[in-house]
């Protein structure tokens, strides 16, 4: 099969299960490392012409992560396009299965299994009430029905926003500092918070700084995640006030 991905999750989950069926993936595909295969833009504004072009038999995307005019187009082509609906572990699972076994995948690979077993096996610490921000400049959180609400959930952290109308409500700094959290979760993608940059913004409130693809990735990084997470949660420090 030739298989072109338009998310980072699942060329990560193609690549590493099964190595040569990819031909195509975006720019931000950057795992695994070294992956050699045609560029063809980004998530939101991929190269629609180069992607007929490369003459794949499957091309996978997501619901939230790839725009519905561009999928339009590429089923326009003559192009199968195979779309992945994921707001939770149990759906990333079950749409990961999915996705390899229709790129003829027979067995589900190890790292899925691992996955599968690593999440089953968490319990969670003393409940924290979080925000999550995912983007400053305006600030943008996120709200209901999120997979990395899922995930923080199944390790004690609450989302503070989860019951809110949208889900990745933009909501002013001030609003965010009063709305009853203990705790500031900042992931460093899509927008990169650092150390130096977001912490400082919610008044001492403790930060917990974690990895993304820990937090947002739905591939081969589920079967350490729940490790990694409790970690950075674990060691949250008080931000600058």
């Known amino acids: 099969m030739r298989v072109v991905s338009l998310v980072p999750s699942l060329t990560e989950a193609v690549a590493v299960t099964a190595p040569g069926l990819l031909v195509g993936a975006t720019n931000w595909c950057t795992h695994p490392a070294g992956l050699d295969v045609t560029r063809i833009g980004g998530t939101k504004n991929p190269d629609v012409p180069a992607i007929v072009a490369l003459r794949p038999d499957l091309v996978i995307a997501n619901e939230e992560e790839n725009r519905a005019p561009d999928l339009a187009a590429l089923r326009a082509a003559g192009l199968d396009v195979l779309v992945t609906d994921i707001r939770n572990l149990d759906q990333a699972l079950a749409e990961l299965d999915r996705v390899l076994r229709a790129c003829g995948v027979g067995a589900r690979p190890p790292w899925l299994e691992e996955a599968r077993a690593a999440w089953a096996a968490v319990t969670p610490d003393p409940y924290r009430r979080a925000v999550v921000p995912v983007w400053r400049r305006p600030w943008m959180v996120l709200g209901r029905d999120t997979f990395a609400g899922d995930l923080l959930a199944r390790l004690g952290v609450g989302n503070a926003y989860a019951g809110h109308a949208e889900r990745y409500p933009r909501v002013p700094l001030e609003e965010l500092r009063a ?24 008044d001492g409130l403790p930060a917990a700084l974690v990895d993304g693809r820990y937090l947002t990735w739905y591939g081969p990084s589920l079967a350490t995640a729940p490790e990694a997470l409790r970690a950075a949660l674990r060691r949250a420090a008080p931000g600058p006030s």
Do not use: I, M, S
């Open 179 to 202: 709305c009853g959290a203990d705790l500031v979760v900042l992931p460093d993608e899509p927008y990169r918070f650092t150390a130096d940059d977001g912490p400082e913004a919610f």
